[in-house]
């Protein structure tokens, strides 16, 4: 049975690569639905091409744009956020490939579980923000969340066959980004076309930013916690600088798995949509000889504050991991708006921290009014810093 696919998000990194993979599985996967932010030349082209019964663009200004090139095809074209998290209830969708952007993807990934879909969750921010709430719902609703992100996909590959095996701790893998092993000094003048020039993997904006300051491995280390369970002692972080070992879990007796591959989201995707299958791929092999080499180190969390703020956060839990959530996407569109530096990232998240209201046990509103409270707060200290802390 062809799986029926809804990708939010589907102009970028993530997206763009998971219709790759449908693009080369048609026997397994249909598009069904397709969802952009303010792509619309993006949306058209992919509608074009895939024919998916619903395209939305959430940018309602576009909504012509998009209508008028797709008139004479049989697709319902839609805008607005209201929309998505409308549709992905469809009862047609059997999974929903969640790649929006932030705080964006919450809403709609939790109208999907209610609606019984399993999820291919590309969207880290859902767990961190909502993890108590979104882990319960899918236990009621009876459904899969299925990590994309490479890291997590790892651990969910190495977990698979030994449910009744006791996990020790898990290790995240990181490639240490563009910035690593360099100082406080050398980072005070970085820029943002430094901080995209990621090593090893092609990226959105947001989540290489995030690589460089190491939040993106604060933000799947909590992530990782909801996913399988775990207390913030039982989740380690290695740089690993050629990200060949994509991480790795340690069991009761000490043994350790690791799952390895080459830096390829195409890989954890296409396993997350053909679950519990392995389905053959044209994607490269790994070859060992052409890696002798796999070293290691420990992260520098007195250089790159955030991993170690993301972990007080998971420790404090409530409503801390939207706060930091929140401040770090204000932070992160700042730098790259070059309206401050980068450095000054980790002091605009910890000021959040410190300044918000915190919540112990938060609902859904809650977490809706402390991520806009946040935003806020966090624009607010970013108007008022010194014209020093403003580097381009």
Same mark, same amino acid.
């Given at each position: 049975?062809?799986?029926? #696919?809804?990708?939010?998000? !589907?102009?970028? +990194?993530?997206?763009? %690569?998971? *219709?790759?993979?449908?693009? &080369? @599985?048609?026997?397994?996967?249909?598009?069904?639905?397709?969802?952009?932010?303010?792509?619309?030349?993006?949306?058209?082209?992919?509608?074009?091409?895939?024919?998916?019964?619903?395209?939305?663009?959430?940018?309602?200004?576009?909504?012509?744009?998009?209508?008028?090139?797709?008139?004479?095809?049989?697709?319902?074209?839609?805008?607005?956020?209201?929309?998505?998290?409308?549709?992905?209830?469809?009862?047609?969708?059997?999974?929903?490939?969640?790649?929006?952007?932030?705080?964006?993807?919450?809403?709609?990934?939790?109208?999907?579980?209610?609606?019984?879909?399993?999820?291919?969750?590309?969207?880290?921010?859902?767990?961190?923000?909502?993890?108590?709430?979104?882990?319960?719902?899918?236990?009621?609703?009876?459904?899969? #969340?299925?990590?994309?992100? !490479?890291?997590? +996909?790892?651990?969910? %590959?190495? *977990?698979?066959?030994?449910? &009744? @095996?006791?996990?020790?701790?898990?290790?995240?893998?990181?490639?240490?980004?563009?910035?690593?092993?360099?100082?406080?000094?050398?980072?005070?003048?970085?820029?943002?076309?430094?901080?995209?020039?990621?090593?090893?993997?092609?990226?959105?904006?947001?989540?290489?930013?995030?690589?460089?300051?190491?939040?993106?491995?604060?933000?799947?280390?909590?992530?990782?916690?909801?996913?399988?369970?775990?207390?913030?002692?039982?989740?380690?972080?290695?740089?690993?600088?050629?990200?060949?070992?994509?991480?790795?879990?340690?069991?009761?007796?000490?043994?350790?798995?690791?799952?390895?591959?080459?830096?390829?989201?195409?890989?954890?995707?296409?396993?997350?949509?053909?679950?519990?299958?392995?389905?053959?791929?044209?994607?490269?092999?790994?070859?060992?000889? !052409?890696?002798?080499?796999?070293?290691?180190?420990?992260?520098?969390?007195?250089?790159?504050?955030?991993?170690?703020?993301?972990?007080?956060?998971?420790?404090?839990?409530?409503?801390?991991?939207?706060?930091?959530?929140?401040?770090?996407?204000?932070?992160?569109?700042?730098?790259?708006?070059?309206?401050?530096?980068?450095?000054?990232?980790?002091?605009?998240?910890?000021?959040?921290?410190?300044?918000?209201?915190?919540?112990?046990?938060?609902?859904?509103?809650?977490?809706?009014?402390?991520?806009?409270?946040?935003?806020?707060?966090?624009?607010?200290?970013?108007?008022?810093?010194?014209?020093?802390?403003?580097?381009?």
């Amino acid at each position: 049975m062809i799986k029926q #696919i809804a990708v939010l998000g !589907s102009s970028g +990194s993530i997206g763009t %690569q998971t *219709l790759d993979v449908i693009r &080369q @599985n048609p026997a397994l996967f249909n598009v069904f639905l397709l969802t952009v932010n303010v792509n619309a030349e993006a949306l058209i082209e992919q509608a074009l091409e895939f024919k998916p019964k619903y395209a939305v663009i959430c940018d309602k200004s576009k909504y012509q744009q998009v209508r008028d090139a797709l008139i004479h095809l049989p697709i319902k074209v839609m805008a607005g956020y209201d929309a998505i998290k409308d549709l992905v209830t469809h009862p047609e969708i059997d999974i929903v490939l969640t790649a929006m952007v932030g705080f964006s993807g919450l809403e709609p990934t939790i109208n999907a579980i209610k609606a019984g879909k399993d999820i291919a969750l590309a969207n880290k921010e859902t767990l961190v923000v909502a993890g108590e709430l979104i882990t319960a719902l899918a236990q009621e609703h009876n459904v899969k #969340i299925l990590p994309v992100d !490479s890291e997590h +996909s790892a651990i969910f %590959q190495c *977990l698979a066959g030994e449910e &009744q @095996n006791s996990v020790e701790k898990i290790i995240l893998t990181a490639s240490g980004g563009p910035f690593r092993g360099k100082d406080r000094e050398f980072l005070s003048t970085v820029t943002r076309e430094n901080a995209l020039k990621h090593p090893n993997w092609v990226m959105g904006a947001k989540i290489t930013i995030d690589s460089a300051s190491l939040m993106n491995k604060g933000l799947e280390v909590i992530e990782a916690k909801w996913l399988f369970n775990l207390r913030a002692d039982q989740i380690d972080v290695i740089v690993h600088p050629q990200s060949i070992i994509h991480s790795m879990v340690q069991f009761g007796d000490g043994s350790i798995k690791a799952q390895m591959g080459l830096p390829d989201m195409k890989l954890p995707i296409q396993y997350a949509l053909s679950y519990p299958q392995r389905i053959k791929s044209s994607f490269a092999r790994f070859n060992f000889t !052409s890696y002798p080499n796999l070293s290691f180190e420990q992260p520098d969390t007195a250089t790159f504050r955030n991993l170690e703020l993301a972990y007080k956060a998971l420790e404090r839990g409530g409503n801390m991991p939207c706060i930091i959530n929140a401040a770090n996407e204000v932070a992160v569109a700042a730098f790259l708006a070059n309206k401050t530096g980068f450095l000054d990232m980790s002091d605009i998240i910890e000021s959040c921290m410190q300044e918000i209201s915190y919540l112990a046990e938060p609902t859904l509103d809650d977490y809706l009014n402390t991520d806009k409270e946040t935003r806020i707060f966090a624009e607010n200290l970013i108007t008022k810093m010194p014209l020093k802390a403003i580097r381009s």
